[in-house]
């Protein structure tokens, strides 16, 4: 069965977004806060090798989060995970078309 973690997208009082993320099978641990999409990525994965990254994540979003702010995640972790599976297939271009230089030899 895979372990739960909880991402609550958050806002600060400036209006900047983070992600807030909390191990379900920790209660007494401190969540921990994210301020991007990669530093998101490196926490998920670091917290799962506990579990042997079985891992099912849900979302939600704190009262103040704008709809906006929520379509910056999505659009973020989108262009991760197109990054991500561009780098493993080694694929000369991004899924959108733009050049992935880190392929190229």
């Known amino acids: ?39 998101y990525a490196e926490k998920i994965e670091e917290m799962g090798k506990a579990y042997g990254e079985d891992v099912e994540v849900i979302w939600s979003s704190d009262e103040g989060v704008t709809p906006e702010q929520i379509n910056e995640v999505r659009m973020q972790m989108n262009a991760y995970e197109a990054e991500q599976e561009a780098k493993r ?17």
Do not use: C
């Open 89 to 105: 297939e080694n694929m000369e271009h991004m899924p959108d078309g733009t050049p992935n230089f880190e392929g190229q030899g």
């Open 1 to 39: 069965m895979a372990v739960i973690f909880e991402s609550t997208i958050k806002t600060s009082p400036i209006g900047r977004w983070y992600i807030e993320l909390v191990d379900t099978e920790k209660p007494d641990a401190e969540p921990v806060v994210v301020l991007d999409v990669y530093e």
